[in-house]
């Protein structure tokens, strides 16, 4: 035998003996932490009554679901959206359910100035703006096998190059005010690949390592009543191309559908209660770090035996 195959052979076996070792270990330790929690750390939702939120894509979908349950937790909110009949919409639901302030506004998220004119409207309409939720996104090219470079570029914009501009709009107030929530919806398809939404995936990973990164500078900077948080769902019943395509693929049989509202509701009891980083369904957070205690190339080949034939539909279906 070549001392390559060998050397391969004692790195499986090396690979297999941490997991079944680490796995145990793993499990009872992540078990005794949240008893830990549970049982010493004052893990009560803050109020939130009179803050002023801006919610990001708000005109439709979880962005909406989202707006509606931080307003019944008694927010003032912007409902901003490149879809005006959308915000409308939203701010006439709002209206419905709470006895809060609420407002559309049209912005494009992947726009600096515009977000920087969105501010000061905010704060002379509602106030200083002390949550923000950053949830507007693109999850589908046109063409998923070779997408023009346009639309790779327009997705990295709104997913991706948003939260830095709406960072650099909206941090500051809260930074002065020492206070905040600043919550940035990610994906499930930022930690398992996404094949043939590589842009995707990609955008939503950045998302997540952006917000951990912040997190770090603001303990370092003393600010520790901002919470940063970012959730990373699995399909939502939002988006009608996704959940077409999510039925169509049978994606639903691996990680059944989530309903916009019960998604919006675990994100802002997250968000209150201080949550780092919200995975639905929860389980998917442990099946992440397990998966990733395995070699690459065993991570790629699980996902391929778990997913393979129906990327292999998904791209027969988009093309
Ligand atoms: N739907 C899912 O299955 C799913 C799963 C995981 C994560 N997510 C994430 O959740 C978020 C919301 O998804 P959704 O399914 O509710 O989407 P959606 O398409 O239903 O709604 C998105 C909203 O964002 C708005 N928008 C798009 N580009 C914008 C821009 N440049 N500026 C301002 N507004 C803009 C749209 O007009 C729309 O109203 C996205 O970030 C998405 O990546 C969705």
Known sequence: MSIAKSQVKLQALAALASLALLTPLLVAAALLWKLFCKLFCCSSPRSIVGDVAVVTGAGHGLGRAIALELADKGCHIAVVDINMTGAESTVKQIHERAKVRAKAYKADVSNYLELVELNS?????LGPVTVLINNAGIMLHRNAVDPEPAEVQQMINVNLAAHFW???????????????????????AGLFPMPYNTTYSATKAGTTAHMR???IELTLEKQRDI???????????????????????????????ISAQSAARRIVDGMLKGEREIMLPELSALLHRLITLMPVSWQD???????????????????
């Open 121 to 125: 409207q905010v704060v002379s309409d």
């Open 166 to 188: 709406t960072k650099m709009v909206f941090l500051p107030t809260m930074k002065t005010l020492r206070r905040g929530y600043l919550v940035s919806i990610s994906s499930l």
């Open 213 to 215: 990164a912040l997190r």
């Open 227 to 257: 919470h940063v948080c970012t959730a990373m769902p699995t399909f939502l019943e939002a988006n009608e191309d996704v959940v077409q395509l999510s039925h169509q693929i049978k994606i639903a049989d691996l990680f059944p559908l």
């Open 301 to 319: 080949r699980s996902t391929i035996l778990c997913t393979g034939s129906r990327f292999k539909q998904y791209i027969a279906l988009r093309n």
